[in-house]
């Protein structure tokens, strides 16, 4: 199973962006799907994550009310939508992909991870 991220840029405060995260070699519909970050100097943090077991999406405060994300069962493919971006989103975002029953926001359910998508925003 691979994950290709992509869609990251710089983009201005207030601007929005959408990331992209394309699964293969197995069915989207087969995994819960996070996206996780890791700003400069940081460690890793969970952003969102929509659950395969009752279809439930969890938010990180910090982005509740600003990001979404969406599945394309068809493509394969989830995206996430970043609305009134801040500096403070300034982050190598990764998606990621698990198959158990554990909760999506927790690193220590992820099987598999994507390579990272940089997103700068400038004040």
């Known amino acids: 199973v691979q994950l290709q991220a992509s869609g990251g840029g710089l983009v201005q405060a207030g601007d929005s962006l959408r990331l992209s995260c394309q699964v293969s070699?197995?069915?989207?519909?087969?995994?819960?799907m996070s996206w996780f970050r890791q700003a400069p100097g940081k460690d890793r943090e969970f952003v969102i994550c929509n659950s395969k077991n009752d279809g439930k999406t969890d938010y990180s405060a910090s982005v509740k009310g600003r990001f979404t994300m969406r599945r394309d069962n068809a493509k394969n493919t989830v995206f996430l939508e970043m609305n009134d971006l801040k500096p403070a989103d300034t982050a190598v975002y990764y998606c990621a992909a698990g198959s158990g029953l554990g909760s999506c926001y927790y690193e220590t359910n992820v099987d598999h991870w994507g390579q990272g998508t940089l997103v700068t925003v400038s004040s």
């Open positions: 070699g197995r069915t989207l519909s087969t995994y819960s």
